[in-house]
């Protein structure tokens, strides 16, 4: 069974930054694809950016240009880079892996990021 273990979530004032990470219990970062999502409080979960097997990714229109997804293989981690933070920004966020050799995705227990003055 795959954990992901989500981690650097916090309260920040806007215009600032927070890196999050999202450790997985096994080998899977490379080879599953893996995505950030976000829920903020009476709204659907939503895709924020996601990166695939080949290293390419793509992103959520409202975090284009501040928001950076990234991996470390070696350290089974994956990295959610999060510039020019916005109060909008305010939601869980979660790690996801996904794979078509699975039924359903993985997913972290969620780490709340909190934008405000």
């Known amino acids: 069974q795959v954990q992901l273990v989500e981690s650097g979530g916090g309260l920040v004032q806007p215009g600032g930054s927070l890196r999050l990470s999202c450790a997985a219990s096994?080998?899977?970062?490379?080879?599953?694809?893996m995505g950030w999502y976000r829920q903020a409080p009476g709204k659907q979960r939503e895709l924020v950016a996601r990166i695939y097997t080949g290293g390419s990714t793509n992103y959520a229109d409202s975090v284009k240009g501040r928001f950076t997804i990234s991996r470390d293989n070696a350290k089974n981690t994956v990295y959610l880079q999060m510039n020019s933070l916005k109060p909008e920004d305010t939601a869980v966020y979660y790690c996801?892996?996904?794979?078509?050799?699975?039924?359903?995705?993985?997913w972290g227990q969620g780490t709340q990021v909190t934008v405000s003055s």
């Open positions: 096994g080998s899977i970062v490379s080879i599953y694809t």
């Open positions: 996801n892996a996904d794979s078509l050799a699975i039924a359903t995705p993985y």
